[in-house]
């Protein structure tokens, strides 16, 4: 069923060349990445056998998460991709996030060197086969010296346009133990990616583990609400202020509640933090992004437009697919009753807004 | 959120209640207020071993507060003592002044959950139920106490439950929503099982020590953080209900989220919606959509009032929860107390506001 | 006068005075205490939001417990170790002890905001100079950090290494990670560079549960497990190549016990054979490096009180450079003055008393 | 170093059976379990798989030292499927060439640890089963443990109660690695039962848990997390003593397994020292800790702790108590212990027949 509405939207999207900002590439293999690792590691890996990095949040064989149509449709990696969504959706560009379990590994040396290896793999299997295709850098938060490398290894190929971290690691990210990381981002336009997911240092609730993977989906806001309280008081929008910091898979209604209180409780306790210079819901509309899939929509697509008024910034939200993940049915990427006349900036000029990095020639 | 709940009732405007305030702070005068109501053996105990929590600090919380005791500058009794601390001082500037008809108390001293001693934790449960009898309940009318039960102890939080159900002023069962594992998982059924058959609401406010923590991304290093946190936690709290059919299986059971705010609460719902349509076939003890249970068993006190610029889009909110899940109440003596008469910055229509102020937690509390 | 402290005097004519003690508490000053030793922002902020008045107490060391107060020695105020008197009465001049290092246990060392923190270690040092080490020229002093911010904490190091009063630098044994890892290199550096060893003293942040299987319920409990943190962080040391990293490094654990430490040797050696590819660094055993660069307080003795297996483990340790003098006071580890039990015979004693510190602490050697 | 060659006594290998207390039976094929599932949680397996608290799906975040998350090069049958799966090869590699007479298998990733209880349950029945259909009904030399899901005490006790008359079950096993330590109250009433039928309660230690695997936090490297094995064995002695167990269930048996054992006197020494001061904190701990010990606790002796001066390993023995040892060899993991070489020290025949066989045999109730 092809409604005008989402007709509209979808001739919309073609002609202007949408840029999807989260798709998901096949997780790696260790048969995948092996030539990527030098001889030390490749040895290790095959030794101790390190294969399969796969995080609990996001098994791949959880049938929910993923859209059967596409799932059945031919090929593999870029050609499927291709078929699927680069061309009905008629894309400019699509950035690719590689979510693995490589931000689970404890051993800092191991993780930075899966990071490398499979960075180089994107470059050769993804972004060297199609050009619309652009990605994040998969960075071993774990080991911010090996991060960093990371970034300047990568700085002069402007198809890597973002760095990923997940909502839920070792500490919150606003802490002054990743700013070498956010420094080096900040100075070659990398904006900071963070995506869904929990390395499960801790539960990823305060009253511990979840039953239900159910829950635990639902809890992935949580990590990303504290991400955001961590990034405003800890200060590190003040310090980077260049860098766009992307949520991404974060469903998105729930920000105007955080942006509210944060900044009444900002008005009573800002002595505790006194370079937090203005309300935190000034600093978030500046600086935080999200991604639209998925958006976490009252069933009447009527109220939409209330939450976007309540988010109160038409350039804060980005464009995505979330693919392969069932986030929507058929082309209804955009969220039923996304007013019209923001459209263009969702599927195109936010984004371009957002990574620096993205209109420069490869 | 269409389906409306076996357990809401017409909002009847009762000229008896105007107002009632479901979160009122009582203290003591100096921690030693506790020893008559603690035997020999546990206040030797305490004496020596003090409090024994899950967190790094014994006497205090990880995050220092803006204000000393949290509490309002001007609530400090003349007579001396911490705020909340000297009866006749909170009646004159608080029952009295405010024109409050019931204020329920909600006591957080000594932490009897948070206590790892598991008879300590008795102890000292027991010990706050009968001060709060002692030095409130007897002699002032208006007050209604807070049933304190040992929520990591459940056959032994059941037992002073039973002991206090007959006493008619305690009008709820406080558990702290931090705890060891989430509060739905069935080791903790046997307090809801014992709340809904003395028709006691369950009340959670935040705070506990669950030795988790306090949020899935880490510690945070300030209050302002820590502050918000609690936000989720309570959010942790009602998925874990839901989830694990916790309302399914007991329809009758109420609670009530205490300070944790109100505002995220329908884009909650909208994800618990999504989520459990996408993966039913998990949790097919869960029946319904989860805001259906949010309807039916769920309602929130509207302190610390979120406040939006502009302020109007608060009208929004109300309406995606709806006016008959919200209690009044205002913190006191806390710093970020809310005063009745300022603290909606929308209109409310009259009949919302006798809901929203006393109606609903004449329902909850079933006060009648 | 301890009886092998005496028999030393006379047999090895040490005519002046004892050893030295490595590990000796001043009871923890109050917040209110180290006002005048803050800076103006603190000061003004803590007043307003009441932090003077709060315990930082660490759950870990609740003052009052028993392990922490040896009865004989506690004073009217329920402490001990509180004055400067008491101090010498009591652990100085019985023991006839020539130098002693004063550890202060404060929660400055567990607070979330890096800043606080900083600034509170900041003003206990200074007090700690101020009060103690300036009435007294037998007292030496740690440098208290927190380790969670590595700048913040090398800062603290460089501003009282002119200082030489000050001996080492104190870290609590349980804080967000393990103190291999890169992020506490640069305090390991700072120490190494500046002839301060790093001690590691019991205690901790409680940020995460003190055992892999949560929480226990009680005092004792945790205290025990508190060795199982200590041979985590040994390890930790050792596998992440700290000392390869920092040759220089000395490393002390007070309040550790050492009889565990055979078992460490034998598993952790076996271990290491099977995994050595892991952590290619490592180009000898655990032990090895262990015994060159780690050094472990006396008390507590977790022996049995036969002294045999005394002797026999400290046969197994094979080592006799290993061990520091310390009377742990005020805490209860020995009866009277009875800190070094008979089982180490005189040469080794005179070794812990003396040799050992002063081969363990440049700067007290450069005093002698 | 020098005196590290072989201390043993060579006259006395005699035909003495062994009890082997630690052995990981494995699944050929990674659906081998799914038979003995109902459909229910065949679908639901397929879906959401078995979740834990365990970051990755089906895989460790420390890889160990050798393929198949640690196994030795050797024991991979030949006939295919992962070591440990394949009964002749186990019978001809293990059970015939070291005069096995018992052998307890200790079967890892059950439900134990699983975050979806009633998965959890229903993976307990189903390795429970399927140890019987595959390893000790064909091999009466096999014993099986009775998995149980110990956070939700009310299933773990009707497992135990479905296969408490079956005497090929020797133990009802439950992780180290709890929710909550292991002596906390919330766990009493499977203690209540294992004590009411004499089952011992077997612990073996876990690869992961709702905790950090150290109190100093998450450990970066295998070389640490294979320590702190010992740790969380540690924690549950001292909570069982401490929460008063062992008071209120005198005659329970809790053995401990695959955390060596020499760290043992260490802790008791500590416990004791510390109970006798702190006692006023725990008055229903009546006795001193290392009481407890010597009467409740028994020790599997893998991974074998190895001085550099073997004899050290004599006082641990004597320490310790040779009564409270049970031979374990671990197979078929890396740090395998063969029963011919592990003790470097020389034995008395009467302390090998205990420690390779009667300490076990009396415990387990063997014939």
């Not at chain 3, 992440?240 to 000395?250: A, I, R, T, W």
Request: glycine share 6%; with cysteine.
């Amino acid at each position: 069923m092809v409604d005008t509405a989402v007709a509209r939207q979808r001739s919309v999207l073609s002609q202007l060349g949408a840029i999807d900002c989260d798709v998901h590439p096949d997780a790696p293999q260790r048969s995948d990445l092996l030539p990527y690792f030098d001889d030390y590691w490749k040895e290790i890996v095959t030794t101790r056998d390190v294969d399969r990095l796969e995080l609990t949040n996001f098994p791949t064989r959880t049938k929910p998460f993923f859209r059967e149509d596409w799932k059945a449709a031919e090929g593999r990696g870029v050609e499927k991709l291709r078929r699927n969504l680069l061309d009905p959706f008629g894309l400019k560009y699509a950035i690719l996030n590689c979510v693995t379990g490589v931000h689970a590994i404890y051993d800092p040396y191991l993780a930075a060197a899966v990071c490398r290896a499979t960075n180089d793999w994107l470059k050769a299997e993804w972004l060297d086969r199609d050009p619309r295709l652009r990605a994040s850098l998969v960075l071993p938060m774990q080991n911010p010296e090996a991060a960093v490398e990371e970034i300047e290894r990568f700085a002069n190929d402007r198809r890597f346009v973002q760095v990923l971290a997940l909502c839920m690691g070792e500490m919150p990210l606003g802490r002054r133990y990743y700013w070498p990381i956010y420094e080096a981002a900040q100075r070659h336009g990398f904006s900071l990616g963070v995506h869904a997911g929990s390395a499960y240092r801790h539960a990823p609730s305060q009253s511990g583990f979840l039953s239900y993977l159910a829950e635990d989906y639902v809890h992935q806001v949580q990590g990303f609400a504290a991400q955001v309280g961590s990034f405003v008081a800890e200060g590190v929008l003040g310090k980077f202020p260049d860098m766009k910091i992307v949520l991404i898979e974060s469903g998105v209604s729930w920000l105007p509640g955080q942006m509210w209180r944060m900044s009444k409780d900002w008005r009573g306790a800002r002595i505790e933090v006194p370079w937090v210079k203005e309300p935190p819901s000034a600093l978030v509309r500046r600086q935080i992004r999200m991604t639209t899939q998925p958006f976490d929509a009252p069933s009447d697509p009527a109220e939409l437009e209330r939450i976007i008024e309540h988010l109160d910034a038409d350039d804060m939200l980005l464009f995505s697919t979330d693919y392969p993940h069932a986030q929507f049915e058929g082309d209804a990427a955009i969220p039923d009753g996304f007013p019209e006349r923001l459209i263009d900036r969702l599927a195109r000029e936010n984004a371009l807004a957002t990574y620096p990095r993205l209109e420069e020639r490869p | 959120m269409t389906e409306t709940g076996t357990l809401e009732r017409p909002v009847e405007t009762k000229a008896k209640y105007n107002l009632i305030d479901c979160d009122i702070h009582p203290s003591m005068k100096t921690p030693a207020e506790i020893q008559p109501y603690l035997s020999q053996r546990w206040r030797d105990h305490l004496a020596t071993y003090g409090g024994h929590t899950r967190q790094g600090l014994s006497e205090t919380l990880s995050h220092p507060r803006m204000v000393p005791e949290v509490s309002r500058v001007d609530s400090w009794p003349p007579s001396g003592g911490p705020p909340g601390s000297d009866l006749p001082f909170l009646r004159e500037q608080h029952l009295d002044n405010l024109g409050i008809d019931i204020g329920v108390l909600v006591p957080l001293r000594f932490n009897a959950s948070g206590q790892r001693h598991p008879d300590f934790a008795i102890a000292i449960a027991t010990a706050i139920n009968d001060w709060q009898v002692g030095k409130f309940l007897d002699p002032e009318p208006r007050l209604r106490g807070s049933i304190i039960a040992t929520q990591e102890d459940p056959a032994n939080a059941v037992a002073e439950i039973n002991r206090r159900a007959s006493d008619k002023r305690f009008v709820q069962v406080l558990l702290p929503p931090r705890s060891i594992e989430p509060l739905g998982k069935r080791r903790h059924w046997p307090i809801f099982e014992a709340a809904v058959r003395h028709s006691l609401p369950l009340s959670l406010h935040v705070g506990g020590v669950g030795g988790h923590q306090a949020t899935g991304a880490g510690w945070p290093s300030y209050y302002l953080e820590e502050h918000h946190s609690q936000v989720q936690t309570m959010q942790a709290v009602i998925a874990s209900l839901i989830f694990e059919g916790v309302f399914e299986h007991f329809p009758e059971l109420k609670i009530s989220f205490v300070e944790g705010g109100f505002s995220w609460v329908p884009s909650f719902g909208w994800r618990m919606d999504k989520a459990w349509q996408t993966m039913r076939d998990e949790v097919p003890h869960v029946k319904r959509p989860p805001s259906g249970y949010l309807r039916q068993n769920v309602w929130f006190t509207t302190q610390p009032m979120e406040e939006p610029n502009p302020a109007k889009n608060l009208a929004d909110t109300l309406r995606w929860i709806g006016t008959d899940r919200l209690m009044f109440s205002t913190d006191y003596p806390h710093w970020d107390f809310d005063d009745p008469r300022f603290a909606f910055k929308v209109p409310l229509t009259a009949i919302e506001k006798a809901a929203i102020f006393a109606g609903n937690a004449v329902n909850f509390y079933g006060l009648n | 006068m301890n009886e092998m402290i005496r028999s030393l005097e006379s047999k090895l004519g040490l005519s002046t005075v004892g050893g030295i003690d490595c590990d000796l508490h001043p009871a923890s000053p109050a917040t209110k205490t180290l006002l005048p030793y803050l800076d103006e922002y603190w000061r003004e902020t803590f007043v307003m939001r009441g932090v003077d008045r709060l315990s930082l107490a660490m759950t870990s060391s609740p003052p009052r417990a028993p392990i922490n107060v040896r009865s004989d020695w506690k004073a009217e105020s329920g402490f001990a170790g509180d004055t400067l008197e008491a101090v010498r009465a009591q652990a100085l001049d019985p023991f006839g002890t020539r130098l002693a290092i004063c550890n202060v246990l404060h929660g400055a060392m567990i607070m979330h905001s890096d800043d606080m923190a900083a600034a509170l270690c900041g003003a206990a040092n200074e007090w700690l100079a101020r009060e103690w080490l300036d009435r007294e020229p037998r007292l030496r002093g740690s440098i208290i950090v927190s380790a969670q911010n590595a700048e913040l904490a090398v800062a603290e190091i460089e501003r009282r290494a002119a200082d030489h009063r000050f001996v080492q630098v104190l870290i609590l044994a349980q804080n967000d990670e393990p103190l291999g890892r890169r992020r506490y290199w640069p305090i390991y550096e700072a120490a190494a560079r500046n002839h301060l060893p790093l001690c590691i003293h019991a205690g901790g942040s409680n940020r995460h549960a003190p055992t892999a299987t949560g929480w226990p319920s009680y005092f004792v409990e945790s205290y025990v497990a508190q060795a199982s943190i200590f041979e985590s962080q040994l390890l930790s040391l050792v596998a992440e190549g700290v000392f390869q990293k920092v040759p220089d490094l000395k490393v002390v654990f007070a309040e550790s016990g050492f009889t565990w430490l055979p078992s460490f040797f034998w598993r952790a050696d076996k271990t290491w054979r099977g995994v050595r590819a892991e952590t290619p660094w490592l180009t000898e055993q655990p032990s090895d490096i262990v015994k060159r660069h780690v050094r472990f307080t006396l008390q507590p003795i977790e022996a049995p009180p036969d002294q045999d297996a005394l002797a026999r483990t400290l046969e197994h340790i094979d080592c006799d450079d290993i061990l520091l003098f310390s009377t742990d006071y005020p805490h209860a580890q020995f009866e009277g003055l009875n800190a070094l039990p008979v089982a180490f015979g005189e040469t080794l004693a005179k070794k812990i008393l003396i040799d050992n510190p002063l081969a363990t602490y440049p700067r007290i050697a450069a005093d002698f | 170093m020098n005196q590290a060659v072989l201390e043993k006594e060579t006259g006395t290998e005699a035909k003495l059976g062994i009890v082997d207390c630690d052995i990981h039976p494995a699944f050929s094929t990674p659906d081998e379990l799914a038979k003995f599932l109902p459909q229910r949680w065949r679908n639901h397996l397929a879906d959401y798989g078995q979740r834990s608290a365990n970051p990755l799906v089906g895989t460790l975040p420390y890889p160990r030292m050798t393929p198949g998350n640690g196994m030795r090069r050797d024991a991979w049958p030949p006939n295919g499927g992962p070591p440990a799966s394949d009964l002749s090869f186990l019978r001809e590699q293990l059970l015939d060439p070291l005069g096995i007479e018992y052998g307890i298998l200790q079967p890892l990733a059950a439900g134990s640890s699983t975050l979806n209880q009633d998965l959890g349950a229903a993976m307990c029945t189903a390795v429970n089963d399927w140890q019987l259909d595959k390893w000790t009904g064909p091999e009466p030399r096999l014993k099986a443990s009775i998995s149980v899901a110990q956070e939700d005490a009310t299933a773990a006790i009707a497992e135990i109660e479905a296969r408490i008359g079956n005497r090929s079950f020797v133990q009802i096993a439950i992780p180290p690695r709890t929710i909550e330590p292991a002596g906390r109250r919330r766990y009493w009433p499977i203690y209540e039962v294992a004590e009411h039928y004499d089952m011992p309660i077997g612990m073996h230690s876990a690869a992961f848990g709702w905790h950090t695997n150290s109190g100093a936090g998450w450990l970066n490297f295998y070389i640490e997390e294979h320590y702190a094995f010992s740790h969380s064995l540690q924690s549950v002695v001292a909570s069982m003593v401490f929460e008063g167990v062992f008071e209120r269930f005198p005659k329970l048996k809790l053995i401990v397994v695959e955390g060596g054992f020499a760290w043992a006197a260490p802790l008791m020494w500590r416990l004791d020292r510390q109970w006798n001061r702190m006692r006023s904190e725990v008055p229903h701990v009546k006795r001193p800790p290392s009481e407890y010990i010597r009467q409740n606790v028994w020790f599997t002796t893998q991974p074998i702790e190895e001085p550099e001066n073997n004899r050290h390993l004599l006082d641990t023995l004597r320490w310790v108590g040779t009564d409270r040892l049970m031979f374990s060899t671990d197979y078929p993991h890396w740090d395998f212990d063969d029963p011919r070489y592990a003790f470097k020290v020389p034995l008395s025949p009467a302390e090998r027949e205990k420690i390779f066989r009667e300490n076990a045999k009396q415990v387990y109730r063997l014939p």
